[in-house]
């Protein structure tokens, strides 16, 4: 089978057998023909499963489509044949698309990618974990201030108070303790002047 630019071959895996790696070249797209592929991150050491691919389905395409390296490491969870897709092809496909079409595809991709980056800043290390609480809370203390009505008793603001007065005693309590995990959530998610600061992390 051919499409331009290239031949589609075909590859067995066994269960456990890597088909890409995070950081690799994106040189491929592969389709699941048998079997089914985990799409998986490494965080903190461990493998955080992303997505589970099946027959008939498309990953691996974003790399290729924006030229950046893979994301994500892809293994195989049972016995699969995998239909590679070279770049080359999907390339030459692309290249006969509208630019409008190309654009789009193009945005549809940073879109992606975005959603991923921010979904992997989930709390990680003890920092975070209190950064989350705060920015949770003022998050909390901004849809009060839009909508005065929810809280006409001022209880939800006194509650979100004591949780800015609990993190701060919280940041200084972790601020000292050995975390070897590194801070990821950004400055941005971090509490207004005033309010319980950033915890200072390892990372």
């Not at 004591?162 to 941005?188: F, K, M, S, Y």
Request: include cysteine; hydrophobic fraction near 45%; aromatic fraction near 4%.
């Amino acid at each position: 089978m051919y499409v331009d630019g290239g031949a589609l071959k075909k590859s067995f895996f066994k269960q456990g057998d890597i088909i890409f790696k995070e950081g690799d070249a994106g040189d491929a797209a592969y389709i699941v023909e048998t079997g089914s592929i985990g799409i998986f991150k490494t965080i903190d050491g461990a493998d955080l499963q992303l997505a589970t691919i099946r027959v008939g389905e498309l990953f691996g395409e974003m790399a290729i489509i924006d030229g950046s390296k893979r994301m994500a490491h892809a293994v195989a969870l049972e016995e699969s044949v995998i239909v590679n897709v070279p770049s080359a092809g999907i390339a030459a496909m692309l290249a006969k698309q509208p630019p409008m079409i190309k654009t789009l595809i193009q945005i549809l991709v940073d879109s992606l990618r975005n959603v991923h980056d921010v979904y992997m800043k989930r709390p990680r290390s003890l920092g975070d974990s209190v950064t989350a609480i705060c920015a949770s809370a003022d998050a909390l203390r901004k849809f009060l201030n839009r909508h005065p009505d929810a809280d006409l008793s001022g209880e939800a603001r006194r509650r979100i108070d004591e949780v800015d007065a609990h993190a701060t005693v919280l940041h200084d309590l972790v601020g000292g303790w050995n975390d070897p995990r590194a801070n990821v959530i950004d400055d941005a998610t971090a509490p207004p002047a005033g309010k319980a600061g950033k915890p200072a992390g390892d990372g």
